[in-house]
């Protein structure tokens, strides 16, 4: 062999192995809302973690289930709920592969992260757990991972338990462990926060807490953007998250849980489509995943919710987050530069969320401001409101940044800051 035949073979190996670029551009074209203005300027998004938006695959899909396959399911003897059927449930074998679960009939759909959680915490809470039983949580906790507890201590008498953070930010692990006891019976954990971007050391806390004999529900609403999940690596008992953090549509979200936990815990809802049979004297369940899902569900927003998946998988969870990990070094680096502006949030497990305040200005002006500017972000407290107690903040202002931002769009945004410290001195 030549020389440069062997050479031009090293070339095309290389390139063959070489990871291939992430080219923001080409996937923010896939996102027609970011193209138009804001307050007549080119919009920055920097609040997915409120809400993602949506990729044309996503709103495309929607048009056109909703044009040629859209009927009712699991009812119809004609072609269309045929169809429909197929597709809703083609969705949940789609959310099951993107999870790693085992089995399609541990997903269920929900409307979101705080249904799903609800639905634990009043059929798995219910059933188990009994009075002076301890429910571990965080202190990052959004209020959906929070209060739902709450009301079953009302009912039942339960104990919660909260694992403090560092002033970092920092989930405790040994004062989680710490927390373990016999009395332990779930331990329910942001897998992400949404204020600080903190990730959780999931796998670590799951071992710990089936080695007290508890078991454990993460709230991924944050982390499944942000991260390839695994539920039997992370051997979670329950896992929920939302669609609409996913760049899929609203109204549609996931519980997922282990098929003898399911098949023990109590229906959720009664109605329609969950009951295998029903007399006036007794009633009995439909098998899973139907026990979990009365009345019609969101049809289209789980085939929208596939889409999503689809679309996110085709990129990558690698790719995206280390895309994202990226815009979280450059922006932090940036933010720094700002006068009188403070991260709240420095975890050395962090993803791409930026909780910051300034000194001269409270978030909901910083907020205010930078909409000028064209700058989305969110202010306040972020549904957790113990965790401003805890940095001793009112609210706080949160850039977010997803899969379509770019380094440019931190830029816009530390511009527009130094116009808030113009206005506010
Ligand atoms: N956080 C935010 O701006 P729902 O509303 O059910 O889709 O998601 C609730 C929820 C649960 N857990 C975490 C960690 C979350 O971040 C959220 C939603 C949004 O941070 C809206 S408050």
């Known amino acids: 062999m030549t020389h440069s035949a062997s050479s031009a073979r090293a070339a095309n190996s290389a390139r063959a192995a070489a990871p291939e670029i992430y080219d923001v551009e080409r996937y923010r074209a896939d996102f027609p809302i970011l193209h138009k203005p804001s307050r007549g300027k080119p919009l920055v998004f920097l609040d997915s973690a409120a809400s993602a938006q949506k990729p044309r695959q996503v709103t495309e899909t929607l048009k056109s289930f909703y044009e040629t396959d859209y009927a009712n399911v699991h009812r119809g003897a004609y072609a269309l709920s045929e169809r429909a059927t197929a597709r809703y ?3 949940r074998e789609t959310v ?34 009994e009075a002076g039983d301890e429910v571990v949580i965080s202190h990052l906790e959004h209020h959906s991972n929070i209060v739902p507890w709450q009301m079953l201590r009302e009912e039942k008498g339960i104990t919660i338990k909260v694992v403090p953070v560092g002033d ?53 609403c944050q982390a499944i953007t942000h991260m390839p999940v695994d539920v039997r690596d992370l051997d979670c008992d329950f896992y929920v998250f939302s669609g609409h953090k996913l760049y899929g549509p609203t109204g549609i979200g996931v519980l997922y849980a282990k098929e003898e936990l399911l098949n023990a815990m109590p229906p959720y809802q009664g ?33 929208g919710l596939a889409a999503a998946i689809d679309y996110v998988t085709g990129i990558g969870l690698d790719r995206i ?10 922006a932090t680096e940036r933010l720094a530069t700002v006068k009188g502006l403070r991260i709240i949030g420095s975890a050395p497990s962090k993803a791409s969320v930026i909780s910051f305040a300034l000194d ?15 700058v989305a972000v969110r202010a306040g407290h972020h549904c957790a409101q113990p965790l401003m107690q805890r940095f001793n903040v009112p609210a706080t202002a949160r850039a977010s940044f997803g899969l379509y931002n770019t380094r440019a769009e931190a830029d816009a945004l530390v511009l527009a800051l130094e116009t808030v410290r113009e206005i506010f001195g």
């Not at 969950?274 to 049809?299: H, R």
């Not at 001269?360 to 064209?374: Q, V």
């Open 360 to 374: 001269c200005a409270h978030p909901h002006d910083i907020a205010t401001i930078l909409d000028r500017s064209g």
């Open 271 to 303: 109605g329609g489509d969950m009951i295998a049979s029903v007399t006036f004297e007794k009633t009995t369940w439909a098998p899973l995943p139907a026990k979990f899902e009365a009345g019609t569900p969101a049809i289209a927003q789980a085939v």
């Open 168 to 220: 970092d930010g920092e989930f405790l692990y040994d004062a989680f462990e710490g927390l373990l006891g016999p009395k332990t019976k779930l331990v329910a954990i942001s897998h992400m926060s949404n204020v600080l971007g903190t990730v959780m050391p999931a796998k670590r806390i799951a071992a710990a807490a089936h080695a007290a004999g508890a078991k454990v529900l993460f709230d991924g």
């Open 321 to 330: 987050a280390a895309h994202e990990r990226d815009l979280l070094l450059y």
């Open 89 to 91: 449930e083609g969705a």
């Open 96 to 129: 099951r592969r993107f999870l790693g679960a085992g089995k399609a009939r541990e997903i269920i759909f929900t409307q979101g992260a705080t249904e799903s959680i609800n639905l634990v915490a009043s059929t798995y809470g219910r059933k188990f757990l």
